[in-house]
Nanobody
Framework: WVQLVESGGGSVQAGGSLRLACAFF????????MSWHRQAPGKEREFVSR???????SYAASVKGRFTISQDNAKNTLHLQMNSLKPNDTAMYYC???????WGKGTLVTISS
């Protein structure tokens, strides 16, 4: 079994920052290759960023240079540092374990102009 619990969402003004966290519980075989996705109101869920077990990262073009993904293997926690936030970053943010295709319930990020 796997449980992912996101936190750190909130409401900030454009230009601000937030740091999301995703706590991982369960089968350690499912930890390592992790990703963040988001879903804005009325839109489909989209990829944001991914990190693999070697620490290699990838980002959506819309967030590259503003967001940074990282993982703390000692604490089984995934992070997403989000800087220079824009109103169109407003969405529910979800973490996912790629190895076992499990999702958290999400944390809401709201950016006001």
């Amino acid at each position: 079994w796997v449980q992912l619990v996101e936190s750190g969402g909130g409401s900030v003004q454009a230009g601000g920052s937030l740091r999301l966290a995703c706590a991982f519980f369960g089968n350690s075989d499912c930890w390592g290759d992790m990703s963040w996705h988001r879903q804005a109101p009325g839109k489909e869920r989209e990829f944001v960023s991914r990190i693999d077990s070697f620490g290699r990262t990838s980002y959506a073009a819309s967030v590259k240079g503003r967001f940074t993904i990282s993982q703390d293997n000692a604490k089984n926690t995934l992070h997403l540092q989000m800087n220079s936030l824009k109103p169109n970053d407003t969405a529910m943010y979800y973490c996912k374990t790629e190895a076992c295709t499990s999702w958290g319930k999400g944390t809401l990020v709201t950016i006001s102009s």
